[in-house]
């Protein structure tokens, strides 16, 4: 049997009303056995991101700083006698830099755009071929006694921006609609629909902070300003399996450039997805599992994985795909309220003998640290491609 919902407004009779239609039979009924709440309303996403303050403006800004670069590309194939070589980002080095492509050091000698001019083979290091893409560390400079000084990149943060979203619920009773009892209330029916207005307002919050889109909005009246979600936020560390299975070399391969690059001790550590990833996630330690002859009860779970990097707090998240695993630090994220934008509810005035309540709300997320988290995504959920899921629950 479906629910019955409606935007009308509710009288006694349960009949067709002005404004809208109600669904019929809701009144002095007694059913002694009902069921308040049935579906998933839990909020796994407000457990997290915590409230952290307010803003007054309609554009928030957030910004993320690092270090110069200490590492690129090449942006060509090298043989063993090239002197100039080609990179992605010129800017991240400086004359005189002693620079390591594969097991030859190399020293710049001049800088134009992104072709470094060196000499090949420094110290007691040979020249030698290099493939395209292959990592170029940057070492530090060496720079000759009685030169000039050299120009040294110059590192700028990135910015970024969201927004708040406002939230509003209404809902209307006539007096006679809210006092006479029906099978769900027996009183103050107002006050129970405000509760569950509240309980809704909560999970749509929670579904934005991951899936919500940001738009600036403007006054025209049709283009609202929406909220950043996680998913939009999280850009820089971002791996695609092309619907391949997904296993543990895949999940400590995409953490290790990110731990290399942040630090191990700032690096994500909660590991989020929905069922069927953790599923997949206790499948790969259920082949080694061994269970005693006195063990009352075999566990099938993992919550955590403690491994090189540090250890990994696995949360479930019964709104993402099955296909996703975010990496990340709770932490670097908070829910923002407009100024005087906190949850609030209230009574319209009405010129007839109804009452029409509201509950309304100025909300927004802002998730720094991008560089620090990281989205594994697009994998097999085909269930054959895991042989241990039978035995993962």
């Not at 090949?120 to 000084?149: C, F, K, M, Q």
């Not at 990281?374 to 241990?388: E, F, I, M, Q, V």
């Given at each position: 049997?479906a629910?019955?919902t ?7 009779y349960?009949?067709?009303?002005t404004?809208?239609s109600v669904p ?6 007694e059913?002694g056995?009902?069921?308040p709440?049935?579906?998933?309303s839990?909020?796994p ?7 952290k303050g307010?803003?007054?403006q309609?554009?928030?800004e957030?910004?993320e700083?690092?270090?110069?670069p ?6 060509e194939?090298?043989?063993?006698s090239?002197t100039?070589v ?7 080095f400086?004359v ?6 594969d ?11 992104n072709?470094?001019t060196?000499?090949?083979?420094w110290?007691?290091t040979a020249?030698?071929t ?7 560390y940057?070492l530090?400079?060496a720079?000759?006694?009685g ?6 990149p110059i ?5 970024f ?5 406002i ?8 007096h006679?609609g809210e006092?006479?009892?029906?099978y769900?209330?027996?009183?103050n ?18 579904d934005?902070?991951l899936?919500g889109i940001?738009n600036a909005g ?5 283009n609202?300003?929406?909220?950043k979600?996680?998913?939009e936020?999280?850009?820089t560390?971002?791996t695609?399996l092309?619907?391949?299975p997904?296993?543990?070399?895949d ?6 450039p ?6 191990q001790?700032?690096v994500?550590k909660?590991?989020m997805?929905d ?5 997949v996630?206790n499948s790969?330690?259920?082949g080694?599992?061994?269970a005693?002859?006195s063990?009352a009860?075999l566990?099938l779970h993992?919550?955590e994985?403690?491994c090189?990097?540090?250890t ?10 099955e296909?996703e ?12 309220t407009?100024?005087?934008?906190k949850w ?5 005035e009405t ?6 309540g509201?509950l309304r ?9 991008d560089?620090?988290r990281?989205?594994l995504?697009n994998?097999s ?5 895991y042989?241990l899921?039978?035995v993962?629950?």
């Amino acid at each position: 049997m479906a629910l019955s919902t409606t935007r009308g407004q509710f009288n006694s009779y349960g009949t067709s009303t002005t404004g809208g239609s109600v669904p019929e039979a809701l009144v002095i009924r007694e059913v002694g056995n009902f069921i308040p709440e049935v579906r998933q309303s839990e909020t796994p996403m407000l457990g997290l991101v915590k409230q952290k303050g307010t803003k007054e403006q309609l554009v928030w800004e957030y910004g993320e700083g690092d270090l110069a670069p200490r590492q690129d590309q090449l942006a060509e194939a090298l043989d063993n006698s090239e002197t100039g070589v080609d990179v992605d980002n010129g800017a991240y080095f400086q004359v005189w830099d002693l620079i390591k492509v594969d097991d030859e050091v190399m020293l710049v000698t001049s800088i134009s755009t992104n072709t470094l001019t060196v000499t090949r083979g420094w110290g007691s290091t040979a020249a030698a071929t290099h493939e395209d893409n292959a990592t170029v560390y940057i070492l530090g400079p060496a720079v000759p006694e009685g030169v000039d000084a050299p120009r040294s990149p110059i590192t700028r943060g990135h910015l970024f921006e969201t927004g708040p979203q406002i939230f509003e619920y209404t809902w209307e009773f006539t007096h006679r609609g809210e006092i006479v009892p029906d099978y769900e209330v027996k009183t103050n029916k107002f006050q129970h629909e405000l509760k569950k207005k509240m309980k809704e307002a909560a999970e749509d919050l929670n579904d934005l902070l991951l899936n919500g889109i940001y738009n600036a909005g403007d006054a025209s009246g049709t283009n609202p300003s929406t909220m950043k979600g996680l998913r939009e936020a999280t850009t820089t560390n971002v791996t695609d399996l092309s619907d391949t299975p997904l296993e543990l070399i895949d999940f400590l391969e995409a953490i290790q450039p990110v731990s290399n690059r942040v630090g191990q001790s700032k690096v994500g550590k909660t590991v989020m997805c929905d069922h069927f990833t953790k599923r997949v996630i206790n499948s790969w330690f259920q082949g080694s599992r061994r269970a005693g002859k006195s063990d009352a009860k075999l566990r099938l779970h993992w919550d955590e994985i403690d491994c090189d990097f540090g250890t990994f707090k696995i949360v479930v998240n019964y709104q993402m795909r099955e296909d996703e695993i975010f990496v990340w630090n709770p932490q670097d994220s908070g829910l923002y309220t407009m100024e005087g934008g906190k949850w609030s509810t209230g009574i319209y005035e009405t010129q007839g003998w109804y009452r029409r309540g509201f509950l309304r709300g100025d909300y927004g997320a802002i998730y720094e640290a991008d560089s620090r988290r990281l989205r594994l995504h697009n994998y097999s959920t085909t269930r054959a491609d895991y042989p241990l899921l039978d035995v993962a629950a």
